[in-house]
């Protein structure tokens, strides 16, 4: 299996293992960054080494018959998706590009674990205003990842209420170590 599915890629290995599964979603590359936008979605040189690109990947899950669900995270971390809007991938059916939300940052500046997150007037990441929702309002979007390690509840609740005033779904999902009631999925000795 591995290895056959190595010489394969693994997009179509995937692509073959779960094509008959309902409730089987494939996330094809999880936040590809400083990369150009062409690059994100054709592929090419990225400083030393060549991406292959959103459409290989969707065509490789495709053409090994998968036609569940799959999700094409955004660039930038998955906070941008602005690339999607006039250009989509091709043959997108049952496509959800996929935004992430974590509130770590304002402006630049790492934002302090002792108080609840505000930038610019706003419990959310005030990008999600110009870089997904003109997305939201043209392509099937899901916030597919948000979370903070702080114990303040409307560092959850805002990017919830983001997403459910723009029509779409979210899954929360953060994976660090600390206590529960900060809202990390593992505990402070690094356990589910």
């Not at 394969?8 to 995937?14: L, N, P």
């Not at 292959?52 to 490789?60: A, C, E, P, S, T």
Request: charged fraction near 15%.
């Amino acid at each position: 299996g591995e290895a056959e599915g190595c010489k394969r890629g693994w997009d179509t290995a995937a692509g073959q293992r779960h094509q008959g599964g309902p409730y089987v979603g494939i996330d094809l590359y999880n936040e590809p960054t400083n990369i150009a936008w062409s690059g994100w979605r054709d592929g090419g040189p990225v400083g030393t080494y060549i991406a292959v690109g959103m459409q290989k990947l969707l065509d490789g899950v495709r053409s090994a018959g998968f036609t569940g669900l799959v999700f094409a995270s955004g660039n930038a971390w998955g906070n941008d998706l602005s690339g999607v809007v006039d250009t989509p991938l091709q043959n997108d059916q049952n496509v959800v590009y996929a935004a992430h939300m974590y509130p770590f940052s304002c402006d630049g500046v790492i934002f302090p674990p002792t108080a609840a997150y505000s930038c610019a007037g706003k419990q959310y990441v005030p990008l999600f205003d110009t870089q997904i929702a003109p997305a939201v309002a043209k392509r099937a979007v899901v916030l597919s990842e948000f979370g903070t390690n702080r114990a303040f509840a409307s560092d959850v609740r805002a990017p919830i209420h983001w997403a459910e005033s723009h029509n779409i779904g979210w899954v929360t999902w953060l994976w660090c170590n600390g206590k529960t009631s900060d809202f990390c999925l593992l505990t402070p000795a690094g356990r589910p």
